[in-house]
């Protein structure tokens, strides 16, 4: 093996290492109460699949993002959430709202 190609898998290496380390620190950290109850409220919905909950909790999300009750980052998250749980993706989304509760356990 050439010096350049030992370079290059040491390279690769490292990156995928990285990515790695990266994806395992993924999280919401600590957000706002308004963003743990629209959270909370979505995980409920999504558990019981419904779409009529899910509605709800957008409304509730868009007043609250009206009232600048959470960051615009936490409204996105959110936003992301209630959109999985609209295609039907119910699991995902509320994996998502209960990473982002348990987040607020392990920042307190």
Do not use: C, P
Request: no cysteine; aromatic share 8%; glycine share 4%.
């Amino acid at each position: 093996m050439s010096g350049k190609t030992a370079l290059a898998y040491f390279a690769v290496a490292a990156v995928v290492i990285a990515l790695v380390v990266w994806s395992s620190n993924q999280g919401y950290g600590k957000v706002s109460q308004s963003a743990y109850e629209v959270a909370t409220a979505t995980y409920s919905a999504s558990l019981a699949r419904s779409l009529e909950r899910i509605e709800s909790v957008e409304e509730l999300l868009e007043e609250d993002s009206r009232l600048a009750a959470m960051s615009e980052q936490e409204v996105r998250w959110l936003r992301d959430i209630l959109d999985s749980a609209k295609a039907g993706h119910w699991e995902e989304a509320a994996d998502a709202a209960r990473m982002m509760m348990e987040d607020q356990v392990e920042h307190q």
